[in-house]
């Protein structure tokens, strides 16, 4: 199954502006929006933005995610040191019947 | 407080087969559907199967179609994923995920090796 498509690596200075992109087609992004989580080292997941911008109580609204046609994107704010991590992105395919994970981005905050 | 925890978990031989079982407590488990996530070591994430609130709707990566069989049991708000003829490649840990990907386990590691 195709997986959908990120940028492996975002490096921005504290507290500027980070924007990630996930790329996908009209039967998963398209159609369904995006889901977002952050993962840090040797930890579970965890839920950032569901289904572009639905976010969980207790998360910073620094993280808002929106989409334009296939294309989903998260943007932190005000970048922390606690911000490194990798963000993943996936999205429910109607035509696969299954969800389609990114491959991650490594978010590095200088 | 919200709770997923997985058992079950090892080292196995190419082949072989095993049972991981979650927990869940802190929230109405029979509402949600359940899904099994997997991450090799040093790699992304990998979503293996969900299962719909009453069990009716089950969905599957390819990779794991025919081996893999995931089932739950809202009485005991337990959710599992039988693996069978594992191989190799289905080293990883084994998250158990709720609600939309909100709930998240520890998850459990699985290494398949002879």
């Known amino acids: 199954q195709a997986g959908l498509t990120q940028p492996p690596s975002v490096s921005k200075g504290l507290r500027q502006t980070a924007t990630l992109t996930c790329t996908g087609n009209s039967n998963n992004v398209g159609n369904q929006g995006a889901t977002w989580l952050q993962q840090h080292q040797g930890h579970p997941p965890k839920l950032l933005s569901h289904r572009n911008d639905n976010r969980p109580s207790g998360i910073s609204e620094r993280f808002s995610a929106s989409r334009s046609g296939n294309t989903a994107s998260l943007t932190i704010t005000g970048l922390q040191p606690e911000d490194e991590a990798d963000y993943y992105c996936?999205?429910?395919?109607?035509?696969?019947?299954?969800?389609?994970f990114g491959g991650g981005t490594k978010v590095t905050v200088l | 407080e919200v709770q997923l925890v997985e058992s079950g978990g090892g080292l196995v031989q190419p082949g072989e087969s095993l049972r991981l079982s979650c927990g869940a407590s802190g929230f109405t488990f029979s509402s949600y559907w359940m899904t099994w996530v997997r991450q090799a070591p040093g790699k992304g994430l990998e979503w293996v199967a969900n299962i719909k609130q009453d069990g009716s709707e089950k969905y599957y990566v390819d990779s794991v179609k025919g081996r893999f069989t995931i089932s739950r049991d809202n009485a005991k708000n337990s959710v599992y994923l039988q693996m069978n003829s594992l191989r190799v490649e289905d080293t990883a840990v084994y998250y158990c995920v709720g609600s939309a990907f909100e709930y998240w386990g520890q998850g459990t590691l699985v290494t398949v090796s002879s």
């Open positions: 996936l999205a429910w395919d109607g035509s696969l019947s299954a969800w389609v």
